[in-house]
């Protein structure tokens, strides 16, 4: 008898979809902005991965079921870099948290279809952002489904930690400890400020230092020793 080797074609996961991640600043700076806060917050936590327009293949042996979320958060998966996120080398583990940034090209069946696909594959909190607007909606799943979240002004993310507010500008992001998120140049602006505000008091210092001496010598000039401090 002779056997014959059964060849099969490797089903490929291509990495991207070759969609643009964003389609204009305004959304660009939306998506980096949220997912370099969240990246921040987790920074020392090795068992929390934060990803922005990367693909997600939920289904092995699927391709063509996908998406690329504008910001994912799974936890308890490792640090490190994907080309895509393929759920069955990840433990199984579907991310938890998901934020889509609205684009002007946007459709509502194109909504409709990311949220079905979000609450059948395991999504526990989708947070749909529309920065033209600065408002958010948001959805939390309960018994089974993606609910939608009736008030986002106060509301604290369960598995993030993170606040929103709604303020005259819009919907802001706070950090757990309070502080706002804030964009890489509002960061660089504020760190000058620091640093501004450190080098003025570096020389508030020195400017006292110089002041005391003087004084010091000028007792020493009348026989008077200054007291030690």
Do not use: C, H
Not at 74 to 96: C, H
Not at 176 to 198: N, T
């Amino acid at each position: 008898m002779s056997s014959q080797t059964v060849m099969t074609t490797p089903i490929v996961y291509p990495d991207s979809d070759g969609m643009p991640m964003a389609d204009n600043t305004k959304q660009f700076r939306a998506i980096v902005t949220i997912q370099g806060n969240l990246d921040a917050i987790f920074r020392e936590r090795d068992d929390v991965f934060v990803a922005g327009d990367l693909l997600w293949y939920p289904v092995e042996g699927r391709p063509d079921i996908r998406r690329a979320p504008d910001v994912m958060v799974v936890f308890g998966r490792p640090k490190g870099d994907r080309g895509s996120y393929r759920q069955w080398e990840e433990d199984g583990i579907a991310p938890q948290v998901v934020f889509e940034v609205l684009s002007p090209s946007n459709t509502l069946t194109e909504l409709a279809a990311k949220q079905e696909f979000y609450d059948t594959y395991g999504v526990e909190e989708y947070y749909l952002y529309d920065p033209d607007r600065g408002d958010m909606s948001g959805w939390q799943r309960r018994d089974g489904r993606l609910r939608v979240i009736q008030e986002l002004d106060g509301w604290v993310s369960p598995r993030l930690g993170i606040r929103f507010g709604r303020t005259d500008q819009g919907m802001q992001l706070y950090w757990p400890d309070g502080r706002p998120f804030v964009s890489f140049v509002e960061l660089q602006a504020q760190a000058e400020q620091e640093r501004q505000r450190a080098e003025q008091e570096r020389q508030r210092a020195e400017q006292e230092r110089q002041r005391a001496e003087r004084l010091a010598a000028q007792l020493r000039a009348l026989g008077i020793e200054p007291a030690e401090e």
